[in-house]
Structures are given as C-alpha cells and as structure tokens.
C-alpha cells in the first residue's frame, strides 16, 4: 500500500512530508523516497532508501531541516514490496529523461508496457522497471510537444487505463503541485493550510499541517498553489469541491471523508487488490513471485480452512486453484476440520485464511496440519499475527488495517491473494501458467473501480426492500460462494434473515420459500452456467419472488426478465468473484443504513474470535 504526501508552504518541506509519511505509517512499506525542489540550484534533489522510513530519514541532510525564505517544496512516497526488487531504483519519486519533472504514483498502470514500448521507439531512456516512469515520460513528452504542464497532465493521464492515484512536480512551475485520482485504486486529500498546501493519500497525512481537506473524485485533478487550489475533471471542466474541517476526534479522522469504517473499507478496495497484486506479478514475464512461499514439492491436496467470510474465500479458491494449478484444494470450517480426524498426509497442506490472523479453530486446524506433519500456510491481512507466525509459508492480504466488523477487503484480497497462490502453484506444474491468467489480473483493479463508481441502486433497493424479513441469494459455481456471503454480509449488519444457496438445489426444497414476500438476488454473470441462472431467475418470477439480478454489462435480456439488475463489467469468470462480492457488499450496507443498524459494530459479534 503506497503512501502519498507533497507540500508546499513556508515550513521545511521535506521533515512536513516525512511526518506526514509516518501518519501513513498503517500502510506499512518496504521502500521510501522524497524529492525536494532546492531553491537554490532549481534542481530536483532526490533521496530514495530501502527499508523503513527512517532508513530514508537517515539519508537527510541538515539543510533539509531549514526553512528556505523563498520555496519549500517536497513530495514523498513509501511503497510496498516489489518482487525481489525492492530497490532503490524502483522506489519513488521517479522523474523524467531531462530530469525536470517528478512524479509519485499508487496505483497501476495496465498500459503501461504498450505506453513504454511507444516511448521507447521515440527514444525515450527509462532508467526504473516501474510503470509509474511511463507517466512523468508522457507529460515531459507533451511539454516537449508545447503543452503548458497542467495540459500535459491532462494529455498523459488521458492515455491511461487503470485506477492509480498521482502527485507530479515541475521544475519551470515550481510552486504548483498537481495531483489526480483515476479510479479508485489510491484516494486523494488536499490540505489547505494557512499559506500552504499539502495532497496525500488519505486525512491523517495532512493533519498535522490543518484540518480543512478537500477530497479529489475519480478522474479529477488538483492544481494546488498556495492560495490558489483548482480543481477539473479529466475533460478540463472546473469542478467546485466541498471544503470539510476534519474533527479533533481520531477515529473520525481516520474514517475521513466516509460515515463508516465499513463504507470506506469498501471503497478502499481497489486500492488494497492493487497492492494485493503490485510487486508481485511480473507482468512482463508473466510471473508470479509471492515473497513469503518457499518453493518446494507441489502438495497432494491442499486443505483450506478459515471461519466466517475466511471460510467463503477459500470456496472460491478452490476453483482457482483446481483450475489454475490442478492441485486439488478441500474446504472447510476451521471449528469442524479438526474433529472430524481429517485425512491428512505429510504430502499436504493445510492452509489458514485468517484476516486477523488469530481465529481460535483456524489456528487450532492449523496446529492439525501441524501434528500430522503437513506442511503449514497462511493467508493473513494482520502482520506479525499467529497464524502468521506459525506457518512455513504465508501471503499476505495487504489490505490495511480492517476496522468495521463486517469483512470487506480483506474477503476480496484474500480472493486475489488464492488467485495469486493458484498462478504460482501452476508456474510449477508441467503445464505451467497461461499467460492470460497474468494479463486478466492487470485488468481486476481498473474492473474493481468500476464496481466502486457512483450507483443510486443500491439506495433504490434499501428503500424498497428495507422491511422484509428474509432475502435469498443464488449462484453458482465460483459464484455460489459469492451468494454465502451476499447473505451473510445481510444477516450480520442489517439483522434480515438472508440464505445463500447453488442455484440447483433451489427445486429441491427452498423453491417453497418464494412468494411474493421473497426477494432473491441472483447472481448471473456471462459464464458456463449462464443460461442455467437465467432458469432459476425465469422460475423465481414465476412463484412471484422479486428478482435482483446481478449481471454482466450489456446484458439486456436479463432486464427484461428480473425486477432490478446491478450491472458487474465483463471479466474472466475466474475473477469474476472480487467484483461481484462488491454489489453484495454495497446492497448489506445499504439496508444496514436503511434500518438504522449499528454498521461498524454489529450486536453480538466481534472483529476477531479469539475463543472457541
Ligand atoms: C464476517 C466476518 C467474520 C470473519 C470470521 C473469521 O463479515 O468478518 O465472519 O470472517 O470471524 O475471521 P478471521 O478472518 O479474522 O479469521
């Protein structure tokens, strides 16, 4: 998870951006970087170190500490790992071939090697392997071509497909800072101080320096000067933001611009998959390279365990992996697994899907594993967690911290960290990995984003359907899962009765349920089973039920055949569950809020299950 800071102002720039870095600390990083403009060379001047931040600190001189009378400028980045090059060189700040422009970016660039491939046959020298180059490289080249900077922004970012979030300095402007959001993959907040402004990448980032933030949209850039903060949407049009004073209380600090924890963790997802997948994918290869597995003998069968929404993702895991890797992956609840004396051999894997990393049945299934000399991994969002610690190997979900109860991003991290593990297994295999499955992956932030847009259905549907009592979810295959927790996401903060079941068995006995009191959301994407959900929706409508189909853009038949339909982009079936979780997600919320329900701290439960 990448960390965003920039400042201009009368105080030291570079310890501001360094504070401010540290605020972002919860994003945690392997690598860090801040690029000052020094009044009196007018030349960039760049540190960049490996590590923590004090690493990077380490590296600062004493002139960095004192105030110039003139300019105080810095903008500054801490980055997570990169597979293997966690280096210098790949760490940001980047700037462009002359030199006069920087830039800081979290995000990806999906277009990035195409962009590259242009830039390079017009003789443009990169000297990083990120895709964050490419960008500084298109504004430099449009500035070449006579654009002003703010027009060369606009030009460059124009090109992009994906969801990223930058920051770009410019040597012949230097008291002008430009930012912008493009999806959703990294927020952008502009601080207005007294005689300064500061962007990051979330509230706590600029709170030292004040409390009046403005919050950047999708596809809008800042030009922020001080005194003098513009902000257009991509196409140049002038947008007049909404000021917002931050409260002295922290934990509506942290929540932002967002009225729940849960809400915002939502909209973070974009940006927690992107860093799920950044670094360890190398989309040029086509590899996939997870830090923390050690290679060795493929297992005979993967055991995967977890509780809750844990337990839901390794469903869905299992097809990838099956898919993926043909190694074949059995589920099941953590609080049964151990009791059932489990067919375990020294040949398998038992592997724990724990958010917290301290669910007492996963941890004691894990210690299963453990006694019947299986080999043991993890995939854990909370660092330096048990299940963490115990396992031989681990990836994490590089979510961020997950506040509200519900589970949101780190149910569809853990999703892409099992895609990941799936594309790795396969790497070993005789078949070895199709090259699709990487490129599909480049595409799943940008899909994600769009998922996360602006959609007035979901309040549509929390006003009509707020009263009922009961809700059914059906889908199938790699979708099915999807529909459990669609369900459970309802009972748990909106207290609606609410059962997910595979659409086939619905003749076999739920079908009694339908009424006309009945709604059922159907989740039938564009995939093999298509024709089969459409089916279940045509035998829904015909006991009366109100169908909410959730299904594949362009699909106008479905229309006419379900009551309300939330529409999901095209993508590869296989991914197809990260984004359609996401109207699961965002209907719960809804009805939640609708109701009046206590979203982040649902009754009776808890964040993390620590007993049996
Ligand atoms: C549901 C939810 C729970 C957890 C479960 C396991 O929204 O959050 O069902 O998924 O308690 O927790 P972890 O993943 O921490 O092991």
Redesign the pocket.
């Known amino acids: 998870m990448c960390g965003i800071v920039g400042y201009i102002g009368p105080q030291a720039a570079v310890p501001v951006v360094i504070s401010g870095l540290r605020k972002l600390e919860y994003r945690g990083y392997d690598s860090a970087g801040i690029a000052k403009i020094n009044p009196d060379s007018g030349k960039f001047e760049i540190q960049r170190a490996v590590g923590k931040l004090i690493n990077l600190e380490r590296k600062l001189s004493d002139a960095d500490h004192a105030p110039h009378e003139r300019l105080n400028v810095a903008m500054g980045h801490t980055r997570w790992a990169t597979h293997g090059s966690v280096t210098e060189r790949n760490a940001h700040p980047h700037v462009s071939m002359s030199g006069n422009i920087a830039i800081v970016q979290n995000g990806i660039v999906e277009n990035f090697l195409e962009l590259k491939h242009d830039l390079q046959a017009e003789g443009v020298v990169f000297t990083s392997e990120t895709d964050t180059e490419v960008i500084v490289q298109l504004v430099e080249k449009f500035i070449h071509a006579g654009s002003d900077f703010e027009k060369a922004v606009h030009m460059a970012l124009a090109q992009l497909r994906g969801s990223s979030a930058v920051v770009l300095l410019n040597l012949a402007e230097p008291g002008t800072m430009i930012a912008a959001r493009l999806g959703n993959a990294g927020g952008v907040v502009v601080g207005l101080g007294d005689g300064e402004v500061l962007v990051a990448s979330d509230v706590p980032g600029v709170l030292e320096c004040t409390r009046k933030v403005l919050f950047l949209d999708s596809h809008e850039v800042v030009i922020a000067k001080v005194g003098d903060v513009k902000v257009r949407r991509l196409n140049g049009e002038r947008v007049n933001k909404e000021v917002h004073t931050i409260a002295w209380d922290p934990v509506a600090a942290e929540k932002g611009e967002y009225r729940h924890f849960m809400q915002k963790e939502i909209f973070e997802q974009a940006r927690a998959i992107t860093d799920t997948i950044r670094g360890r994918v190398d989309f040029e290869q086509g590899k996939v390279l997870l830090e923390g597995m050690k290679a060795g003998p493929l297992p005979r069968k993967i055991f995967s365990i977890?509780?809750?929404?844990?337990s839901i993702s390794t469903m869905i895991g299992k097809f990838m992996i099956e898919n993926l890797a043909r190694v074949p992956v059995e589920v099941d609840y953590a609080s049964e697994f151990r009791y059932r004396d489990p067919l375990i051999t020294p040949d398998d894997v038992v592997m724990g899907?724990?958010?917290?990393?301290?669910?007492a049945d996963?941890l004691a299934a894990m210690q299963e594993g453990r006694d019947k000399k299986a080999r043991v991994w993890a995939i854990v969002n909370a660092i330096g967690s048990q299940a963490q610690r115990v396992s031989d190997g681990n990836i994490t979900m590089r979510s961020g911290p997950e506040i509200s109860?519900?589970?949101t991003k780190?149910f569809t991290t853990s999703v892409v960290d099992q895609y990941l593990l799936a594309c790795w297994l396969a790497q070993q295999t005789q078949h070895g990995l199709p090259h699709t499955a990487i490129s599909d992956l480049m595409h799943l932030p940008g899909l994600v984003s769009k998922m996360l847009e602006k959609n007035n259905i979901y309040d549509d549907l929390a006003n009509i359907f707020h009263l009922r009592e009961h809700f059914l979810y059906l889908g199938r295959g790699i979708n099915y899962p999807v529909a459990l927790e669609g369900a459970?996401?309802m009972k748990?903060i909106s207290y609606i009765h609410a059962e997910g079941y595979p659409a086939g068995e619905m003749k076999h006995g739920p079908i009694a349920l339908i009424d006309e009191n009945m709604p059922v959301v159907c989740i039938c994407i564009r995939d093999n089973v298509y024709e089969k959900m459409v089916s279940q929706v045509e035998q829904v409508r015909a006991r009366h039920g109100t169908v909410i189909a959730v299904a594949t853009e362009g699909d106008t038949d479905i229309a006419k055949k379900a009551d309300h339909v939330i529409y999901v982009p095209e993508c590869p079936p296989l991914l197809s569950p990260v984004l359609t979780a996401i109207p699961m997600q965002r209907l719960a919320y809804h009805m939640a809020l609708r109701r009046g329900c206590d979203v982040d701290q649902p009754r009776n439960l808890a964040?993390?299950?620590t007993v049996e």
């Open positions: 977890g509780m809750g929404t844990s899907i724990t958010q917290s990393g301290e669910t996963t109860v519900a589970s780190a459970l996401k748990e964040k993390s299950v």
